[in-house]
């Protein structure tokens, strides 16, 4: 019963429960690309999207996977920060919605080694229900600004945590994701 608003039906009430969780796990789906790209877990990545996806450079999680061992072979250390993150349902087994992302991101190409970049970035995102989980079917990466830092934060010696509050620390280079994915671009390094 609600509040002095009038009943809520049991099926009204389940329905708004799996809207919670459906914003939940749509939620955990921009957690994991984040997560993912920063790590270089190529594969968990590309498994985040439906099988048909358009990667715009073909069609299905292969062309996914391919672009984004491109794409992330022309950049060393990202840090990606989620923030805010609107979802609307279009049906039940479709929603759209748009992420928030500060990016901090090493590139590998330029006239200055060991900068880095700062993003303001907006995911515009399409999700759809697959096989009772929901996936991407797109993402539109969209930029505010980029701009140069003036700290390089990779040219510290290590930090040797907890012996020292600052420094290079072992993220993400102790991960075995991106011990592998550089194996495969050795030469991108």
């Known amino acids: 019963m609600g509040d002095g608003g009038g009943e809520v039906s049991g099926a009204e009430e ?11 796990e749509i939620r955990q789906l921009a957690y994991r690309y984040a997560w993912g790209l920063d790590s ?16 715009g450079q073909g069609i299905g999680t292969d062309a996914m996977r391919a672009r984004f061992h ?15 993150h609107l979802i609307d349902f279009d049906t039940d087994d479709e929603a759209h919605g748009l992420v928030y992302c500060r ?4 590139p590998l190409d330029g006239p200055r ?14 999700y759809r229900r697959y096989d009772g989980a929901w ?6 990466h969209e930029l505010w600004f980029g701009v140069e830092t003036a700290e390089r ?14 420094g290079v620390g072992t993220v993400p280079y102790s991960e075995p994701t991106w011990k ?9 390094r």
């Open 113 to 126: 080694p060991g900068r880095f970049v700062e993003q303001a970035i907006l995911y515009r995102d399409r």
């Open 14 to 24: 389940i329905r708004r429960l799996r809207r919670v969780a459906d914003r939940d």
């Open 135 to 140: 996936k991407f079917v797109g993402r539109k």
């Open 103 to 106: 990016g901090y991101i090493e």
């Open 40 to 55: 270089r877990d190529i594969d968990a990545v590309a498994d985040l999207f439906v099988p048909d996806v358009d990667s």
């Open 180 to 188: 592998a994915f550089w194996a495969l671009h050795p030469s991108a």
């Open 70 to 84: 491109r794409s992330m072979s022309e950049v060393g250390v990202t840090v990606l920060f989620v923030g805010n």
């Open 153 to 166: 934060p990779l040219h510290q010696r290590p930090a040797e945590w907890p012996r020292h509050h600052d």
